[in-house]
């Protein structure tokens, strides 16, 4: 048994490092990497093609300099990850709920958005949010784009609205962002309630 102790120590050793460093630095730095990652928030909620999910929310992630984390969070609180979710009031859909409008916008429509697999909707995500590149340095400034791009550098005490939309209509339609329930949604209110989704699950929303 004493013996057989040893020889378990020996194979660990040598896994961990003498196979590494006998490869070269670049394999050594592998094991280590492997070893080291870190999980994506919410990658468990993930149940269709989760690799390649993943990987490409990566991808996408790198070519718009964002924290990973940020885009599923997003995604998360705005469809569950799930790709097939509509919303019955205006027809919003997929993972960041495109509108329909936006959807045309992107060369697609709602329906056909619906019918891709989540790894294929990926795509549009990152079409939708490119334009916006050099503009996304918080996990605000990336929902801001989502829920109403024109928000994106307003002070804290804008009130949402639009030209088609009144500030009343607006808070009607999302009476969780208009937390002192006084009909208007301020870009402060706004912050303040994904603040407390942020805290609840752990999100940074200045970290790269």
């Known amino acids: 048994m004493k013996y057989l102790k040893i020889r378990l120590y020996l194979l660990v050793f040598i896994f961990f490092n003498v196979i590494p460093y ?36 990566k991808e996408i992630s790198e070519k718009l300099n964002i ?27 997929g993972l960041v709920q495109f509108m329909p409008a936006t959807a045309k916008g992107l060369g697609t429509t709602t329906e056909q958005l619906r019918a891709m697999s989540n790894v294929e ?18 996990a605000y400034d990336l929902y801001s784009i989502c829920f109403m791009p024109i928000i ?13 939309l009144s500030a009343k209509t607006i808070a009607r339609y999302n ?12 870009v402060a ?12 699950y752990g999100v940074n929303p200045f970290e790269l």
């Open 189 to 200: 209110e706004w912050k303040r309630y994904l603040d407390i989704k942020f805290a609840k």
């Open 22 to 57: 006998s490869m070269g630095k670049s394999a050594a730095d592998g094991f280590i990497s492997i070893k080291n990652e870190k999980q994506m928030l919410f990658q468990d909620k993930v149940k269709q093609n989760k690799d390649s999910f993943l990987k490409k929310v």
């Open 152 to 164: 994106l550098g307003k002070p804290d005490s804008w009130v949402l609205k639009t030209k088609n």
């Open 175 to 186: 009476p969780a962002f208009d937390l002192n329930k006084d009909k208007q949604i301020t």
């Open 121 to 138: 909707q990926l795509d549009y995500v990152c079409k939708y949010f490119a334009p916006y590149k050099n503009r996304i340095t918080s």
């Open 67 to 93: 924290n990973p984390d940020w885009l599923m969070f997003l995604m998360y609180n705005e469809s569950g990850l799930d790709s097939t979710v509509v919303n019955k009031m205006g027809g919003a859909t």
